[in-house]
C-alpha cells in the first residue's frame, strides 16, 4: 500500500483560524509518502527517512498495545503508537489480524521546514487505517486541520472551522505578482503544541481580532497589486505582534530589508514568506549573508492553477 500527502503552508490567519478565523493555505508540491507492506511476527517495524532516504527514527511498535519495544526516539515513538492506538479506537478492524507490519515513510522536505511532517502523518495513517482524518487528528495530536486539508488538495483553499466542523472552498489565489514571493526557512522547527499552549495561555482573543483577521484573509486573497499585498500582510503581522506581545520576524532578523516578510504558522520558526522587487540574485544573497540559504520562490513551492 502506497500513500502520499501534499504539505502545506499557513499564509494568513495562524492561531486565529484555531478560534474560527478564516484562514488562507496552500498546499505544497513537497510532501510525505508512505509504503506499507506485511512484515514478520507481530510487530509494528517503523522507519521514517529524512527526503535524502537516510534514517532520522526507528522503532518497533507492540500491536498489542503500541508501546515501543526499541527505539531511537521515545518520545516520538509514544506518539506514533497514541496515533495508532487513536485509528484502532476511530476503526476496530484496523491491525486486528495481529500480522506483522512494515512502514517507510519517506518525507520531501527538511524536517524543520515547517511543512507539515505531523499532518501529513496523520493524513497518511487515516488513510491506511481508512478513518477519518479530521477525527484522528482531533483524537491524538490536536489542531485546527487546516493542514490536514492541504494533505489531498492542488489549489490554494480557504478553511474555517465553524461549530467544530470544518469548511474548506478553493481560493482562487494565484497573485499575478508571484515571481516576487518567495519562502525561506528559518532553520528552526517550532513545536506547534508549545505555540498553541502559550497562545491559550494569553486568553481567548477578542471575536473583533478574529474578525480582523478574517477580512484581511479574504482581502489578501483577491489583491491584484503587490504594493497592495505589503501593506496588508504588514496589517496582518502587526494585528498577531500586538496580540502575542511578541516582535515581528522582521524586526527581529531583518530590519533594513528593501521588502516585507511575514511569519507563516508559529511564530519564531518554521517559515517565512518575503516580498522583493530586486532581482532574484539579490534577494538570495541578502538572506544568505544572514546564514538563511534556503530560500523557494513561490511557483517552486505551492501547487496551484498554473
Known amino acids: 500500500m502506497k500513500i502520499r500527502a501534499n504539505g502545506k503552508i499557513l499564509l494568513t490567519g495562524e492561531y486565529a483560524v484555531l478560534d474560527g478565523g478564516l484562514a488562507l493555505a496552500l498546499p505544497t508540491k513537497l510532501g510525505q509518502q508512505?509504503?506499507?507492506?506485511?512484515?514478520?511476527?507481530?510487530?509494528?517495524?517503523?522507519?521514517?527517512?529524512?527526503?535524502?532516504?537516510?534514517?532520522?527514527?526507528?522503532?518497533?511498535?507492540?500491536?498489542?498495545?503500541?508501546?515501543?519495544?526499541?527505539?531511537?526516539?521515545?518520545?516520538?515513538?509514544?506518539?506514533?503508537?497514541?496515533?495508532?492506538?487513536s485509528a484502532c479506537k476511530l476503526n476496530s478492524d484496523f491491525l486486528s489480524s495481529w500480522k506483522g507490519v512494515r512502514v517507510i515513510s519517506q518525507l520531501e522536505f527538511d524536517r524543520d521546514m515547517g511543512l507539515g511532517s505531523s499532518a501529513?502523518?496523520?493524513?497518511?495513517?487515516?488513510?491506511?487505517?481508512?478513518?477519518?482524518?479530521?477525527?484522528?487528528?482531533?483524537?491524538?495530536?490536536?489542531?485546527?486541520?487546516?493542514?490536514?486539508?492541504?494533505?489531498?488538495?492542488?489549489?490554494?483553499?480557504?478553511?474555517?472551522?465553524?461549530?467544530?466542523?470544518?469548511?474548506?472552498?478553493?481560493?482562487?489565489?494565484?497573485?499575478?505578482?508571484?515571481?516576487?514571493?518567495?519562502?525561506?526557512?528559518?532553520?528552526?522547527?517550532?513545536?506547534?503544541?508549545?505555540?498553541?499552549?502559550?497562545?491559550?495561555?494569553?486568553?481567548?482573543?477578542?471575536?473583533?481580532?478574529?474578525?480582523?483577521?478574517?477580512?484581511?484573509?479574504?482581502?489578501?486573497?483577491?489583491?491584484?497589486?503587490?504594493?497592495?499585498f505589503e501593506t496588508l500582510i504588514s496589517r496582518h503581522e502587526d494585528i498577531l505582534s500586538h496580540f502575542l506581545e511578541r516582535p515581528k520576524v522582521q524586526d527581529l532578523h531583518f530590519r533594513g530589508y528593501w521588502g516585507k516578510i511575514k511569519s507563516l504558522g508559529a511564530w519564531g520558526g518554521d517559515m517565512i514568506l518575503i516580498t522583493s522587487d530586486r532581482s532574484a540574485e539579490d534577494t538570495r544573497k541578502y538572506f544568505a549573508e544572514k546564514g538563511f540559504d534556503r530560500i523557494f520562490r513561490y511557483e517552486d513551492i505551492v501547487l496551484s492553477e498554473n
Not at 534514517?55 to 498495545?65: A, E, G, M, P, R
Not at 487515516?126 to 484522528?136: F, G, H, M, R
Not at 515571481?179 to 528559518?186: E, H, M, P, V
Request: proline share 3%.
Open 34 to 85: 508512505f509504503e506499507i507492506t506485511t512484515g514478520r511476527g507481530s510487530d509494528i517495524k517503523w522507519k521514517s527517512l529524512d527526503k535524502n532516504g537516510d534514517i532520522w527514527f526507528s522503532c518497533t511498535l507492540s500491536l498489542f498495545d503500541f508501546s515501543h519495544i526499541k527505539s531511537t526516539d521515545d518520545r516520538m515513538a509514544a506518539d506514533l503508537g497514541m496515533i495508532l492506538s
Open 120 to 228: 501529513t502523518l496523520i493524513y497518511c495513517i487515516s488513510q491506511w487505517a481508512d478513518v477519518d482524518p479530521y477525527e484522528l487528528l482531533a483524537l491524538s495530536l490536536g489542531g485546527s486541520g487546516y493542514d490536514i486539508a492541504c494533505c489531498d488538495r492542488d489549489k490554494p483553499i480557504f478553511y474555517q472551522k465553524l461549530n467544530g466542523q470544518p469548511e474548506i472552498k478553493l481560493a482562487a489565489f494565484d497573485p499575478i505578482f508571484k515571481d516576487q514571493l518567495y519562502f525561506a526557512s528559518l532553520n528552526q522547527k517550532a513545536r506547534t503544541s508549545s505555540e498553541v499552549e502559550a497562545y491559550r495561555s494569553l486568553g481567548k482573543p477578542a471575536s473583533e481580532i478574529i474578525q480582523d483577521l478574517s477580512d484581511l484573509t479574504q482581502k489578501i486573497s483577491r489583491v491584484k497589486r503587490y504594493s497592495h
